[in-house]
């Protein structure tokens, strides 16, 4: 836990202290320390000297080993061979290659097409850079995006997807009017400004997924129990929503919201489903924007 946790400390370290000595010091010795405590561990543990195992020993092995620790053998994969457990300091170097790209860039939220395509190839690249290292360098396929997940949705889903509706509209207008915080994003007062906010919208809401959830957490319960890889994702997530502009008291709001998503994920098994349900909040997200920086044009949609 003490090198994955400071690995993700160093996601307010960015973007809520807005220190990048202090984020890549933190980043630098988490994995350090996942590096020694493996190196011990081997040193500890060397494997027998026995007769190679079949494919189907290792396998049985390796699943015995991540039920013992109370992790999820569906994400709990180890390296081709199937004996040894999955490399913490590869993970963790993963999820530091992500926060370090997105680190890269300022992440005030801005409609030019400068710092449009500036958040397009900062974030792509956070998720792009940790899926080609596992793919093509590290070879263990750590990271995967399963779109269908779970198979057809569930009553419940369904039911939730009215529900984070219907919480947005009563939360949100509340939330960004009342304390301000509509302001960390600039002026929408044209067609063209509000499309250019509906994309910029839409598309960190999927990116969001893409990386928290399907990277940084899928990453992390490869050796955490459910609860405390969520929280650590948790840290990372509303660190980056901070800087993006979820401010003042939105921690309140985005904390409960990032926990929910590794929770969702973790039942659905579904990356359409997480996606679909921060797109709904989004698009609340947008239309409370466009209500605040122009008075009078969806007053009778909102109570605030």
Not at 20 to 38: C, D, F, N, R, T
Not at 108 to 122: I, P, S
Not at 225 to 248: D, K
């Amino acid at each position: 836990m003490a090198p994955a946790l400071v690995v993700c400390l160093a996601a307010p370290a960015f973007f809520v202290a807005r220190l990048p000595w202090l984020g890549w010091s933190l980043l630098a010795v988490g994995l350090v320390i996942a590096w020694l405590m493996e190196r011990g561990d081997a040193a500890g543990h060397p494997l027998p000297s026995a007769a190679p195992a079949t494919p189907h020993d290792s396998t049985a092995r390796v699943r015995s080993s991540v039920l013992s620790r109370g992790l999820d053998p569906g994400i709990a994969t180890g390296p081709a061979a199937g004996i040894r457990s999955p490399s913490l300091t590869r993970d963790l170097s993963l999820i530091a290659a992500g926060l370090l790209v997105v680190s890269a860039i300022s992440l005030k939220a801005e409609l030019d097409d400068l710092a449009m395509v500036r958040f397009a190839l900062a974030l792509g690249g956070a998720v792009a850079v940790p899926y080609v290292l596992t793919r093509w360098v590290y070879r263990d396929r750590a990271i995967r995006f399963p779109w269908r997940g779970g198979g057809r949705w569930t009553t419940f889903q369904w039911v939730w997807l009215a529900a984070v509706l219907v919480l947005g509209w009563l939360i949100l207008p509340f939330y960004f009017i009342t304390s301000g915080v509509y302001l960390n994003w600039p002026v929408v007062d044209t067609p063209e400004l509000i499309a250019r906010l509906f994309v910029g919208v839409g598309a960190v809401g999927i990116w969001d997924e893409l990386f928290f959830i399907c990277t940084c957490f899928a990453l992390l319960r490869r050796h955490f129990p459910f609860w405390q890889a969520n929280v650590l994702q948790a840290v990372v997530f509303v660190s980056f929503l901070w800087e993006l502009g979820y401010q003042a008291w939105g921690p309140l709001l985005t904390i409960p919201f990032a926990l929910l998503q590794g929770f969702i994920f973790m039942k659905t098994r579904s990356l359409a489903y997480v996606v679909t349900v921060h797109l709904l909040f989004d698009a609340v997200v947008f239309l409370v924007l466009v209500h605040a920086h122009n008075p009078g044009l969806l007053d009778r949609l909102f109570l605030v």
